[in-house]
């Protein structure tokens, strides 16, 4: 399988703030894939530089096997990014942005074009100051889909977009995705990330905490433990977070040996009336990487 994203010990600095450190992962043809962290972990600062709009302190990018910044303007006509912040010419209609952007990659149907403006519900004759952010938005993603693009870099696609709209976001992308394009995502809405991608990277404070399936990143970390009928945690040995005491049941996430958790649990068995145990939501995940020690400590200022 082809790689079309490979970033490679890949760090910037802006000034004396560290925002990337040694970062690296690689994301292959036709994947679904996504990239989460908090706030300020450097997810738009990499996607900038897969996009060659900034320029690395160090390391190395290559997009469809090509350094970035050679063939940045042949590279570009086989992407489309939605960003996170939308800005437009002011002055302009949302179908003259839209038609300027296609004007740029020079082989968009105009079909094509009307079929993206109607299943966004794209206000096409109003001036592009004049719409609400999420009505910016959806002329962000006609622009980022309408050329067809092999690679799709969605920067929180969905912020600011109805119910409907996002369903119709969704089943685009998945379609485009089936059709052969690799998807890259950035998102906060951990539901989603954990429901479309098929790989992830978590980073945080600039660097990458875990890279894999979401399959090994839902299995590989604690379970979701539920037991009905005590209202105590029994002695386990091994690793209990998010404890929840409630009348007559406990709820707690686990990570150890098995034979521990069964034999700890055996001393009530005359008491337990139901066991769940469950892979926790990509969000539990999510934070149980977050509160590591050190986890949310910020110390990038050199
Ligand atoms: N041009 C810049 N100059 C100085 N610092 C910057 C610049 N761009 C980004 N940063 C800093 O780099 C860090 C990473 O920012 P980035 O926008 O990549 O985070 P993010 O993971 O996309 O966050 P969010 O989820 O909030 O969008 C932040 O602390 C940000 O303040």
Redesign the pocket.
């Known amino acids: 399988m082809s790689l079309v994203i490979e970033v490679h010990n890949l760090s910037?600095k802006?000034?004396r703030?560290q925002?990337?450190e040694s970062l690296s992962f690689q994301v292959e043809a036709g994947d679904f894939y996504g990239f989460i962290?908090?706030?300020?972990?450097?997810?738009?600062?990499?996607?900038?530089i897969l996009l060659g709009l900034?320029n690395p302190s160090s390391g190395s990018v290559k997009v469809f096997g090509q350094a970035v910044k050679v063939n940045q303007n042949d590279l570009l006509q086989r992407m489309g990014y939605v960003s996170?912040e939308v800005a437009y010419y002011h002055g302009m209609t949302a179908l003259e942005t839209i038609e300027m952007a296609a004007k740029v990659h020079g082989h968009v149907d105009p079909k094509e074009i009307d079929r993206l403006c109607k299943l966004f519900d794209v206000q096409k004759e109003k001036q592009v100051q004049d719409l609400s952010f999420g009505n910016r938005r959806k002329i962000s993603i006609v622009t980022a889909l309408q050329h067809q693009p092999d690679l799709i870099i969605l920067?929180?696609p969905t912020s600011g977009l109805d119910p409907l709209i996002q369903k119709n976001f969704w089943d685009e992308i998945v379609s485009r995705n089936e059709a052969g394009a690799t998807i890259f995502i950035?998102s906060?809405n951990l539901a989603e990330v954990q429901k479309y991608c098929r790989n992830a990277a978590i980073?945080r404070n600039?660097q990458l905490i875990e890279a894999g399936s979401m399959t090994e990143l839902v299995h590989n970390t604690a379970k979701r433990v539920t037991i009905h009928g005590i209202d105590q945690l029994p002695p386990i040995e091994g690793d209990v977070k998010d404890l929840i005491i409630y009348e007559n049941s406990v709820s707690f996430l686990y990570q150890g040996s098995m034979q521990a958790f069964i034999e700890a649990i055996h001393l009530y068995r005359d008491q337990i009336v139901d066991l769940e145990i469950a892979n926790p939501e990509l969000e539990e995940v999510f934070l149980h990487y977050y509160h590591l020690e050190g986890g949310m400590t910020?110390d990038?200022l050199q």
């Open positions: 910037k802006f000034g703030f925002a990337l962290g908090p706030n300020g972990a450097g997810k738009s600062t990499t996607i900038r900034i996170s920067d929180e950035s906060h980073i600039g910020d990038r």
